[in-house]
């Protein structure tokens, strides 16, 4: 068997943790499996090293984040390796670059352009266990680059499919997928299976669980894993293609995103080409938008309309200048940005055949008292932006609607 494991950074946290990594993989190679590891960097080190960064100027040069960003990996690495020889198992440690994984030249979210794993497979045929760095790649260039926040999920789902691994486990700190976050929702409950699509939509959503970019890869090359505890031996939840069983759930899981944030648009002139030219500009500064909310205008004399859209957070300051950088050109009279905002979701692929499903959220919402900002749907999902210092309870109540047991 050829496994690879993830870990990530609360399962690295300090050197006890990183044995006990050490002692779980041990204990898989004492099996007779060949085993890769990939490892994120120790929780806190990655946002801590932005923090620096920012401190120094707030929009840091990227090519620069990317070299500052992969020591954290390198820290993890390098550790993981000593752990596993102290216990008398052979390891090595690659970096991204070393383990061959290749990326565009887009700084701090680079995409995997390919994967070369010879020095990976000649390793374990040595009988090594191979220990790469998560998150990080370089371009054909040779210079590093990082696959953006969560970035190790990525690393391990990729080599899992260039390795044409038997299995894939993502260790983390939670048994595995749940309906809610149960830090918010205590009646939380652990999920034994679910399908990439939803899954997607609910890593997309804000359920930290993982980096969507690597779910939508594993569906891509069919990359069945496991996404369980490295604090225990619990089975964690099987993420693969839906089964016809799966649409018997109505509602899989309840997620919240506190990481966006809104950009409003007051008076943008309501004709052709407008949105095209916001939008463009905005997609050539590379950020993503998630929710957009577009009015019909009502001056039909002058018609002009609000546009409502949503950004990442971090990319907030980043798109509030491109935006402010169309003024002239676009002629909108002024632009709002709201950081205090929560994206809540429900998501389930049984939605499908089942009407009645926003209502009974809506409905919900308002028994609780809570107003609705922005509403959007998908086949298999319906969010709802809302204010910030609500969502958490907003998030029960619909836990509490859709996934209560008995
Ligand atoms: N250390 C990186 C981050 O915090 C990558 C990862 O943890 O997956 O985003
Ligand atoms: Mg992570």
Redesign the pocket.
């Known amino acids: 068997m050829l496994i690879v494991q993830k870990f ?2 609360t399962s690295l946290a300090n050197p006890e943790r990183i044995r006990n990594v050490a002692a779980r993989v041990a204990k898989y190679r004492a099996q007779g499996s060949q085993v890769v590891v990939v490892v ?2 120790m929780s806190g ?3 801590n090293l932005i923090k620096m960064a920012k401190e120094l100027t707030p929009l840091p040069n990227e090519r620069e984040m990317d070299v500052l ?1 992969a020591t ?2 390198q820290t993890t690495i390098a550790l993981t390796a000593i752990a596993l020889q102290s216990l008398d198992v052979p390891a090595v440690s690659l970096t991204g670059a070393q383990a061959g994984i290749v990326t565009d030249r887009v700084h701090t979210k680079a995409k995997i352009a390919n994967i070369t794993p010879r020095k990976v497979h000649a390793l374990l045929d040595e009988g090594k266990v191979v220990i790469v760095a ?2 990080q790649g370089q371009t054909s260039e040779g210079q590093i680059t ?8 990525l690393t391990a789902i990729a080599l899992a499919a260039a390795l044409k691994a038997d299995l894939c486990q993502i260790y983390t700190d939670v048994d595995g997928v749940y309906t809610a976050d149960p830090r918010v929702v205590p009646a939380a409950r652990k999920l034994a299976e679910i399908s990439y699509d939803e899954m997607l939509e609910l890593a997309g959503l804000g359920a930290k669980v993982m ?1 969507s970019r690597s779910v939508e890869f594993a569906k891509k090359f069919g990359v069945v894993f496991e996404v369980r505890s490295s604090l225990n031996d619990n089975p964690g939840t099987i993420v693969k293609e839906e089964t016809r069983s799966m649409e018997d759930v109505v509602i899989r899981g309840v997620s919240l995103d506190k990481n966006q944030a809104k950009i409003t648009m007051v008076g943008v002139p309501d004709r052709p080409g407008v949105a095209a030219h916001i939008f463009k500009a905005i997609a050539d500064a590379n950020i993503n938008v998630d929710m957009i909310v577009q009015n019909v205008s009502h001056t039909p004399d002058a018609p002009a309309t609000d546009l409502s859209f949503t950004v990442d957070k971090p990319d907030l300051l980043k798109a509030t200048k491109v935006i402010d950088g169309l003024k002239s050109a676009v002629g909108f009279r002024e632009a709002l940005a709201d950081e205090k905002i929560g994206k809540l979701s429900i998501v389930g692929v049984g939605m499908r055949s089942q009407p009645g499903v926003a209502a009974k959220m809506f409905e919900t919402l308002a028994l609780a008292g809570i107003n609705i900002d922005m509403i959007s749907t998908s086949e298999i999902k319906i969010s709802v932006i809302l204010d910030v210092t609500r969502a958490e309870q907003a998030m029960r109540a619909v836990h509490d609607a859709f996934l209560r047991t008995a």
């Open positions: 990530g950074g994120s960097a080190v990655t946002d960003l954290g990996e998560g998150f990082t696959l953006g926040r969560g970035g190790s999920d980096q």
